[in-house]
């Protein structure tokens, strides 16, 4: 079993920034990779960033490439995602996620955290 829980969500005005963590416990290794994905109201949840527990691997969705930055902190047993220059259509519950490695990055997560709300108003 594998222990997920987010925290760092909230309010922030178009072009800010914010920091998620989530903090990962129980039966997490090597062969693991972490993703983080979001949900907006009335609409799917969507894939926005993974990397693999190794950190040596970083994958991200085309609309937050070049905004978010996904990474790992060993000391911690975490990872963040920094979410620079956002914009209202960011706004949506973001979940952590985490799945034993083998193929597709985005899809087929078996570990799911509590999920945190980020606001961005405009």
């Known amino acids: 079993q594998v222990q997920l829980v987010e925290s760092g969500g909230g309010l922030v005005q178009a072009g800010g920034s914010l920091r998620l963590s989530c903090a990962a416990s129980?039966?997490?290794?090597?062969?693991?990779?972490m993703g983080w994905f979001r949900q907006a109201p009335g609409k799917e949840r969507e894939f926005v960033a993974a990397i693999t527990w190794s950190g040596r691997n970083t994958y991200y969705a085309d609309s937050v490439k070049g905004r978010f930055t996904i990474s790992r902190d060993n000391a911690e047993n975490t990872v963040n995602l920094q979410m620079n220059s956002l914009k209202p259509e960011d706004t949506a519950v973001y979940s952590c996620?985490?799945?034993?490695?083998?193929?597709?990055?985005?899809?087929?997560?078996?570990?799911w955290g509590q999920g945190t709300q980020v606001t961005v108003s405009s």
């Open positions: 996620a985490a799945k034993y490695y083998r193929i597709n990055y985005d899809s087929g997560y078996d570990y």
């Open positions: 129980g039966r997490i290794n090597i062969n693991y990779i």
